[in-house]
């Protein structure tokens, strides 16, 4: 038998390890500062004006103004003037009238006596319409004065942070040769 040599290798491992790296990032919110004027509404609005006529209700009742009703009254004496003219005219007429044989005086008489006094329209015509209303809104003055928004943002840059990773290499396991020699044995 021959002696033979022993000889055992081991590789050698290499380990490695890793973190990756990593950003932080943080963004602040921006500053706004925002300023705001209200419109403004001005607005003026009188009264309207209503007017009330009760002159055709006055003078239903009362006559009215002293100039209106002696007015009305002398102008209501023109027309009588003329119909009482009108009537002597008649009455002249029928006395004048030979072939009448009747004495027309006591007729006529009497139909003065019945008749009276001449219709006048001293007082207006009492109507439920005798007033009358007329309404006058004025205009509303309306001014508006614009508001107004001012907005200010104050805007922030992001903040960014970078945590380094790491690569770590090592030997896990160092390569190795054992030579083991043949063992001889001498005694014989």
């Given at each position: 038998?021959?002696?033979?040599?022993?000889?055992?290798?081991?590789?050698?491992r290499?380990g490695?390890?890793?973190?990756?790296?990593?950003?932080?990032?943080?963004r602040?919110?921006?500053?706004?500062?925002?300023?705001?004027t209200?419109?403004?509404?001005?607005?003026?609005?009188?009264?309207?004006?209503?007017?009330?006529?009760?002159?055709?209700?006055?003078?239903?009742?009362?006559?009215?103004?002293?100039?209106?009703?002696?007015?009305?009254?002398?102008?209501?004496?023109?027309?009588?003037?003329?119909?009482?003219?009108?009537?002597?005219?008649?009455?002249?007429n029928?006395?004048?009238?030979?072939?009448?044989?009747v004495?027309?005086?006591?007729?006529?008489a009497?139909?003065?006596?019945?008749?009276?006094?001449?219709?006048?329209?001293?007082?207006?015509?009492?109507?439920?319409?005798?007033?009358?209303f007329?309404?006058?809104?004025?205009?509303?003055?309306?001014?508006?004065?614009?508001?107004?928004?001012?907005?200010?943002?104050?805007?922030h840059?992001?903040?960014?942070?970078?945590?380094?990773?790491?690569?770590?290499?090592?030997?896990?396991?160092?390569?190795?040769?054992?030579?083991?020699?043949?063992?001889?044995?001498?005694?014989v």
């Amino acid at each position: 038998m021959v002696p033979q040599l022993s000889i055992q290798s081991q590789r050698g491992r290499i380990g490695i390890e890793s973190q990756l790296g990593q950003y932080e990032i943080r963004r602040p919110q921006p500053d706004m500062v925002i300023k705001s004027t209200p419109a403004r509404v001005t607005a003026e609005n009188r009264p309207g004006e209503l007017k009330i006529d009760q002159t055709l209700t006055n003078n239903a009742l009362t006559g009215g103004k002293q100039e209106a009703f002696w007015s009305r009254l002398y102008a209501q004496y023109q027309e009588v003037a003329r119909q009482n003219l009108i009537h002597m005219v008649e009455k002249g007429n029928r006395m004048g009238d030979l072939r009448n044989r009747v004495n027309p005086m006591p007729d006529m008489a009497l139909d003065e006596f019945i008749e009276g006094a001449p219709d006048l329209q001293i007082y207006g015509h009492a109507s439920p319409a005798n007033i009358s209303f007329s309404y006058t809104p004025h205009e509303i003055n309306m001014q508006v004065e614009e508001g107004s928004v001012q907005v200010d943002v104050q805007v922030h840059k992001p903040e960014i942070q970078y945590h380094r990773g790491y690569v770590r290499i090592y030997m896990e396991q160092y390569p190795s040769l054992t030579i083991t020699p043949p063992v001889i044995n001498m005694r014989v």
